[in-house]
């Protein structure tokens, strides 16, 4: 298993708005865009802008993604850590929850192959 991508999320209310809110602001550029999620990229880093904020304070959502999800998992059980939900489809995207041994969550996603 390989981390292809580490990223925070960030809940927004419009990805649109928001996105081009960090472009202007602080000239992160995009990587990807949609309606639903965008990434923008300044230095290396990786803040990805996802649907579904309500214009109130959110938590900010650490995420790695990998090449096999399902190794992934078990490689946290295996160290200690937890799934907290497992694997599954969202939109395309293999998604689990997961636990650090601290209680810390964060997610895994592995993105469909692209044609």
């Not at 949609?34 to 990434?39: A, K, M, V």
């Amino acid at each position: 298993m390989k981390v292809t991508k580490t990223y925070v999320r960030l809940l927004t209310a419009d990805v649109a708005k928001a996105a081009d809110f960090y472009r202007r602001a602080l000239g992160l550029a995009t990587r990807y865009e949609s309606p639903s999620w965008t990434e923008l990229s300044a230095d290396g880093g990786i803040v990805a802008l996802h649907d579904g904020g309500a214009k109130r304070p959110t938590e900010t959502h650490l995420g790695f993604e990998v090449d096999d999800i399902a190794a992934a998992c078990s490689a946290v059980a295996r160290e200690g850590g937890e799934i907290v939900a497992p694997a599954a489809d969202q939109y395309g995207i293999l998604v689990a929850r997961a636990a650090d041994p601290d209680g810390n969550r964060f997610w895994l996603a592995q993105p469909a192959p692209r044609s």
